[in-house]
């Protein structure tokens, strides 16, 4: 097992990506980012397909810098299976260690095993064009991991999947990454793949880390506003004052301190949306604190509704994006729709306030 140690810097048209990590020997570290945050260029400097500014790449004991695709010991499993379509599914398996100097019979032997191990063994004759998106996609994974990898990275693996393939193949993949025990990095868009597959969560934001830490911990305390949306959490970024949190407008978001934090340091306030309550016209003599949104979108969320607000022309930006969930009942008693101006409000002791991370300082999570 090795550990991956990494500082990268790449430039691709105007977009820059600067991103220090490290992931520990057998870790799976899934990477989350809104489109566009450089999740792929990360993963493609990695595998050393584009050429970075800074190359501070060391696996195990040896420098990628400067080093090939094919010397790397990097398996990359992208969204597509990409097998070599006049190959039988066991040759395709079999082509790494072919390639890597295994004499026919002994590659074909490693192949064999590999397909018994993401449960392919009877695909093993099949061209590409006779497997299903998903059982391509098993023997991707036997491909990929039949090199040998020191490290495996993992472009959204599962999306071009349809939704019943998904669940089978996710946990086919959790088992044999377990049982190789190989360092692995995912790129992923969906929030089920992290809580399934991986020890720890970096979020990238416009090319930079903003959070990062164990799965469960980001999930349940997000410190930028995106893990907060996987996490379907409502954040709102300020600063710590004794009643909860100030935003960098000025308004006050009541809230508790489960931890000690210095009042005037960098915080965020956190919330379900299911404890946001909805009004046309801001309650009176509430002591929740209460925010004028616009409201964007309403969608169904299990057996609830979720109202999604949008930052009114005059309001702060922090509103966009923030959620409540709420009954159908009350959706039809309040008569609302899209474009309507509503309130938000939540009671004080229903909102976390915690520091902010020291990565999300230094990100766009803060104002
Ligand atoms: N071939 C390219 N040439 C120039 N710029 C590019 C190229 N490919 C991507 N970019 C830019 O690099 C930035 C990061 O793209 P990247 O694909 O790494 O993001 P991502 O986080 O993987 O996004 P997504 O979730 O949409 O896949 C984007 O702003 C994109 O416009």
Redesign the pocket.
Known sequence: MSRLLADVAVT??G?SLEVALTVEPGEVVAVL?A???????LLGTLAGLYRPTRDEVVLGDRSLAGVPVHRRRVGLLSQQALLFPHLSARDNVAFGPRAAGSGRRAARGTADRWLAMVDATALADRRPSALSGGQAQRVAIARALACEPELLLLDEPFAALDVDATPAVRSLLRRVVRATGVTTLM?T?DVLDAVVLADRLVV?DAGRVVETGPTAEVLRRPRSAFAARVAGLDLVPGRSCPEGLTTADGMLIGGIHPEPVAHGEPAVALFAPASVSVFRDPPKGSPRTTLPVRLAAMEPHGELVRLRAAASATGPGWIDGLAADVTPAAVAELGVEPGDEVFFAVKAAEVTVYPAGREAQGGSALP
Do not use: Q
């Not at 489109?35 to 260029?41: D, I, L, M, P």
């Open positions: 691709r048209g977009f980012g489109n566009g945050a450089g999740k792929s260029t790129v868009h990238l």
